[in-house]
């Protein structure tokens, strides 16, 4: 059953959703096996239509940012400016949504792309060429880097290496992010958090925004350990928050990576019963980085995999109750707005 929104005139950016339109490729996962294969193939398409209608459950959404996922590639392309084809789908949709006409929330205000910084310095034309493409809405480049030895806990959707973020080939093309004045979106897995530091400490003046509060793990090899290993990913935050440059979202924890019991594409828990899940969690990363470099996020539509969207932010108001006005603010919007330079429009006359 639907819940009604809390708080509904609390302004909202939603710092972190995707776009994606997997249809046509549906049958090339035939045979695959994995908790977010079986998402995707209930939700092949998430564009414009579908996440207006999860923002018309009643929260004052009022800017989102939207993060790359490996969709509207450019097949025409050489094959390094072929990402870039996702920035340019996403700013037409940021144009679409600034005529006004689908209502005031602005989609896409900001954008966080795709770039192979293992390019070293051939990386520069293809950031040069995404920032004409994003239409000064571009802000950030992300690198999904999530690895295990065990590969059911990634699955096949989301290939990386171990140790992608150390390599000599990543950090020549990240450190030109700076002068394009872009930040860097790092998702990982729990156990990986120290290489988000290492990178974090290397380059200490790049601002790095951690996916997901680092994505604690309860899925395949680690099922039933979300509690046993807590504490390691409590003192991995915990470093991360002393580093100025990185913040971190308040996001992921309806995925099935991290597999909280009762969670399921087949079951919808209150908001209540998910405040109580990940409280330990978003409080924990609040108290850590402050409400000025923590920032709520919805990660639609893979988090439809755990919650429907108004339930969702509902929880996450719910475990901010106790927070000031002015740390609201920048929990919900504020420090999403800073760190991907979002101007809010004009109020509508």
Wanted: hydrophobic share 45%; with cysteine; glycine share 8%.
């Amino acid at each position: 059953m639907s819940e009604d929104a809390l708080d509904p005139a609390l302004p909202i950016v939603d710092a972190h959703h995707h776009l994606w339109d997997f249809g046509p490729i549906l049958g090339a996962l035939d045979g695959l096996q994995h908790p977010l294969l079986d998402l995707i193939r209930d939700v092949p398409r998430f564009l414009h239509d579908e996440l207006m209608a999860e923002l018309s459950g009643g929260h004052n959404v009022v800017a989102t940012v939207m993060v790359e996922c490996g969709a509207f590639y450019d097949a025409g392309a050489p094959q390094k400016f072929q990402p870039i084809g996702e920035i340019e789908h996403a700013n037409g949709v940021a144009a679409r949504s600034a005529s006004g006409i689908y209502g005031p929330t602005r989609l896409c205000s900001a954008m966080v792309g795709y770039a192979d910084l293992a390019l070293g310095d051939e990386v520069i034309p293809v950031l040069e060429r995404a920032a004409m493409a994003g239409g000064n809405r571009l802000r950030g480049i992300r690198i999904m880097a999530p690895y295990d030895e065990d590969p059911d806990v990634v699955g096949p959707m989301v290939p990386a290496v171990a140790g992608l973020y150390g390599s000599d080939e990543f950090r020549s093309g990240f450190a030109h992010l700076g002068r394009f004045d872009l930040s860097f979106d790092a998702w990982v897995l729990e156990p990986q958090l120290p290489e988000v530091e290492d990178l974090a400490k290397a380059f200490s003046d790049q601002p790095i925004v951690l996916n997901h509060v680092g994505t604690p793990l309860g899925i395949a090899g680690y099922a039933g350990k979300l509690t046993e290993r807590f504490e390691t990913w409590r003192e991995s935050i915990s470093r991360l928050a002393q580093l100025d440059n990185v913040s971190v979202k308040l996001s992921g924890l309806a995925m099935p990576y991290c597999a909280f019991p009762g969670l399921g594409m087949d079951t919808r828990p209150t908001s209540s019963q998910l405040a109580e899940l990940w409280a330990p969690y978003i409080e924990t990363c609040i108290e850590a980085f402050g409400p000025s470099r923590s920032m709520f996020a919805s990660n639609f539509p893979v988090e439809k995999w755990g919650a429907d969207y108004t339930t969702l932010w509902n929880a996450f108001k719910r475990i901010a109750s106790a927070a000031s006005d002015e740390e609201k603010a920048m929990l919900f919007s504020g420090t999403a707005n800073q760190v991907y330079r979002i101007a809010q429009p004009a109020p509508q006359s």
